[in-house]
């Protein structure tokens, strides 16, 4: 009796390799016992196969490409016999090559009912997995919490990271966690299932887990085991105003910033619409929508962070005192502001109250993305050379991901629609500055970043 021990759960080269060499061996399936390194399910009396002899090179065998497929998904399926099944197949396709057309085929049937089963489970996972933020600001993070019924988490993956691909994600399952950082994307154990994370106790879990350096405050109770259902999410009001776009059930799976196609390059026509948007929560409390402002045929579009207090009650973009601040800047690098169609990246004022202010609180991921298609299309609609983002959720928006602004800050960056780009801080910031040194150096930088759009506003036709 072989005795194989595979890496992991969904070792498949593992099984490929063993299997292969099993096969060239002439080893019957029913003297191969198939396990996975630190499961204690080793029939007693076996030990790792004694090493099989070496394989005359010219030895060879090859089966269709498409069982190799088949093979690569049916792995993942939590049936402790795949693998035993897996190497039962590929021993009979030697001797009848068009084995897997043969349906009826008990084993044939089974490997394509766990290929269904898999991929019905990925399916699920892309469906249902709901992302809380469980940081804060610079350090917001996303979590979401999932149990599948198989070993499908490395193979959904690479699915998340697109789709969240401009948000630091972690997807917690009993099998294996799941991270993205915006760049890679990592994998950890699994969380035992009596700690499945009720959705408010997410951060708790995730932080135990992640960032054991910072204490908990909060006991974390064991939780009877519950299936993922969809928590009332962020996302939920997104869908729902996506449906509405649609008129009809748009698939939850499609991208937030695909829900709507550009209709119309007419701006009153957007701005009519977008002062009805609840693609996030943000219009509850709001007074109105800021849409942005300025000339069709504007060679420069400036994106700020969101309306503040003032705007917020005016319903127009940059109207407060960091609008002040903006102007004097764009009058000292040459940009006239009348010329230039101002907005923001996120459309509605975002606020705690503290007594009779409203004080200030910088939008997240799942809303910047939300207002993303207002962004777009302003784009599409003053076609400008140049988009300036000014601030980091700015540059969030007009990049579509993370972008860290001393990186990228004062020079052109190539956009992927043919325009440019220029990062510089949003003029909040110069505000907020304590020291007034640093005030009047940093002020300085804004202004010469503003002159290089100024010089390029210069050089297009548009800009007479
Ligand atoms: N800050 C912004 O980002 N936009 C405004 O409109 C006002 C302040």
Known sequence: MQLIILTSETDFDGWRTAARALALHRVDPADVT??????????????????????ETESTFSVPVHFIELARVAILHRDEDRFALLYRLLWRLKADHDLLATMTDPDVAQVNAMVNAVRRDAQRM???????????????????????????????????????????????????????????????????????????????????????????????????????????????????????????RMNPRAEISMARKPAADDLEALREEAAHCRACPLWKDATQTVFGEGPRNATIMLVGEQPGDKEDLAGHPFVGP????????????????????????????????????RLHQKPNTLEIRACRPWYEREVSAIDPALVVAMGATAAQSVFGKITPIGKSRGRLIDLPDGRKALVTVHP?????????????????????????????????????
């Not at 198939?34 to 394989?55: C, F, K, M, R, Y």
């Not at 979590?143 to 994600?169: N, Q």
Request: proline share 8%; charged share 30%; hydrophobic share 40%.
């Open 34 to 55: 198939w396990t996975v390194q630190g499961q204690n399910q080793v029939p007693s009396g076996l030990s790792e196969a004694s090493h099989l002899p070496p394989i």
């Open 126 to 248: 892309r469906d249902v997995v709901r992302f809380r933020e469980i940081g804060r600001e610079q350090k917001a993070h996303y979590a979401a919490w999932f149990a599948p019924e198989h070993h499908i988490v490395e193979f959904t993956a690479p699915f998340f990271t697109r789709r969240f691909a401009d948000m630091p994600w972690s997807i917690l399952t009993p099998d294996v966690c799941a991270h993205w950082d915006g760049h890679a994307v990592s994998f950890t154990p699994g969380i035992n299932q009596v700690e499945m994370p009720a959705p408010n106790k997410l951060e708790e879990t995730w932080r135990r887990h992640f960032q054991p350096d910072r204490p908990l405050t909060l006991q974390d109770e064991p939780r009877k085991r519950r299936r993922n259902l969809p928590e009332a999410s962020i996302l939920e009001p997104l869908l729902s105003d996506a449906e509405r776009w649609t008129g009809g």
């Open 322 to 357: 960091a609008g002040q601040m903006l102007d004097r800047a764009l009058e000292e690098a040459g940009v006239d502001r009348k010329k230039v169609y101002v907005t923001n990246a996120v459309k509605h004022f975002k606020f705690v109250p503290r007594g009779k202010i």
């Open 428 to 464: 909040s910031y110069l505000l907020r500055l304590p020291d007034e040194e640093a005030k009047k150096l940093e002020y300085r930088r804004f202004v010469d970043d503003l002159k290089i759009a100024a010089g390029l506003q210069a050089k297009t036709p548009r800009a007479a």
